[in-house]
């Protein structure tokens, strides 16, 4: 069985350039990017799981419709299938412990997305089909988690999400859970003081820093006629 890992080094540093936009940009930190990335997957071969989140703040009520992230298959690209991702609550901070994901709003398996790059990290981008577009309201905290789903080929395969780059900081820190690697939900991605990135529970240590995934939402703000058509064919759909 190959090796585990669930922090690994990418390749080269990547300068992100996603070619096409489609939509308004709703949050971005796809900046620049750190060398590294943080295990996010699930492996039906092992089986194993990680999952890494982020959060983000919505500041205008509409739609979620696109996604633009970076990362890599550590085995290769012919390896990631495609990507489960998710938008949670938030809890926030306490004085014991750091904010992270709450009660799961949205998953998806998607299968169809774009990938640019000769060289990990590859910079990813998923269209959302219309009738999946996440609604996100104003002035609300939401979490976004992102996983490859490997292929089975009967052997452990794993996927990396670049974490932005160090340094470069919004809202709290990304969260990491594994019950494979034995973190329950939620520790925390940061950097510690010899500048290694690293997990930790609870309130952050002393002297590191806040770390973050790299990911950027895009979509549009409907027209208010276009929420109150929507709100009436759910009342016409449970009616019948």
């Not at 971005?28 to 060398?35: P, R, T, V």
């Not at 997990?199 to 952050?204: K, P, S």
């Given at each position: 069985?190959?090796?585990?890992?669930?922090?690994?080094?990418?390749?080269?540093?990547?300068?992100?350039?996603?070619?096409?936009?489609?939509?308004?940009?709703?949050?971005?930190?796809?900046?620049?990017?750190?060398?590294?990335?943080?295990?996010?997957?699930?492996?039906?071969?092992?089986?194993?799981?990680?999952?890494?989140?982020?959060?983000?703040?919505?500041?205008?009520?509409?739609?979620?419709?696109?996604?633009?992230?970076?990362?890599?298959?550590?085995?290769?690209?012919?390896?990631?299938?495609?990507?489960?991702?998710?938008?949670?609550?938030?809890?926030?901070?306490?004085?014991?412990?750091?904010?992270h994901p709450g009660t799961m709003l949205w998953s998806r398996d998607i299968y169809t997305y774009?990938?640019?790059?000769?060289?990990?990290?590859?910079?990813?981008?998923?269209?959302?089909?219309?009738?999946?577009?996440?609604?996100?309201?104003?002035?609300?905290?939401?979490?976004?988690?992102?996983?490859?789903?490997?292929?089975?080929?009967?052997?452990?395969?794993?996927?990396?999400?670049?974490?932005?780059?160090?340094?470069?900081?919004?809202?709290?820190?990304?969260?990491?859970?594994?019950?494979?690697?034995?973190?329950?939900?939620?520790?925390?991605?940061?950097?510690?003081?010899?500048?290694?990135?690293?997990?930790?529970?609870?309130?952050?240590?002393?002297?590191?820093?806040?770390?973050?995934?790299?990911?950027?939402?895009?979509?549009?703000?409907?027209?208010?006629?276009?929420?109150?058509?929507?709100?009436?064919?759910?009342?016409?759909?449970?009616?019948?």
């Amino acid at each position: 069985m190959r090796a585990l890992a669930f922090l690994a080094l990418a390749a080269f540093l990547v300068a992100p350039s996603f070619a096409d936009w489609n939509h308004p940009v709703k949050w971005n930190q796809m900046d620049a990017l750190d060398s590294y990335g943080g295990a996010s997957w699930i492996d039906n071969d092992t089986p194993s799981d990680a999952i890494s989140a982020d959060d983000f703040l919505c500041n205008q009520t509409g739609y979620i419709t696109d996604l633009h992230f970076a990362g890599w298959s550590i085995y290769g690209e012919a390896y990631l299938t495609g990507f489960r991702v998710q938008f949670w609550t938030d809890v926030p901070a306490t004085p014991n412990d750091a904010s992270h994901p709450g009660t799961m709003l949205w998953s998806r398996d998607i299968y169809t997305y774009n990938t640019t790059g000769s060289a990990a990290p590859f910079l990813y981008e998923i269209d959302i089909p219309q009738a999946d577009w996440f609604t996100q309201t104003q002035g609300n905290i939401y979490w976004i988690s992102i996983q490859g789903l490997m292929l089975n080929d009967g052997f452990f395969d794993g996927w990396y999400w670049s974490f932005r780059q160090r340094g470069l900081h919004n809202l709290d820190n990304a969260a990491f859970a594994s019950q494979y690697f034995g973190y329950a939900p939620w520790a925390h991605w940061a950097v510690s003081t010899a500048n290694s990135v690293v997990l930790y529970n609870g309130t952050m240590p002393p002297g590191y820093t806040s770390l973050d995934m790299a990911f950027a939402l895009t979509g549009i703000v409907p027209e208010p006629a276009t929420f109150g058509l929507v709100g009436l064919g759910l009342l016409l759909l449970r009616r019948r």
